[in-house]
């Protein structure tokens, strides 16, 4: 389960806020997949961020 998916997934997260944490979650990420998954959110736009998220934690 990915936190910052779930807060995004909320709205407790904005897009900037989720940017801002991304280098250092990338930094401190403990398996290559959790790595790639951060990679993506940074990667992506705002709107695809929220796609991921949503998609991630099966909220509606
Ligand atoms: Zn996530």
Do not use: N, W, Y
């Not at 910052?4 to 806020?17: G, K, P, Y």
């Amino acid at each position: 389960m990915c936190l910052m998916c779930v807060e995004i997934a909320l709205d407790r997260m904005s897009f900037m806020e989720a940017r801002r944490a991304l280098p250092e979650l990338i930094d401190t990420a403990k398996s290559e997949e959790e790595k790639e998954h951060f990679r993506r959110l940074q990667e992506a736009s705002d709107e695809e961020m929220k796609e991921i998220a949503l998609k991630k934690t099966g909220v509606k």
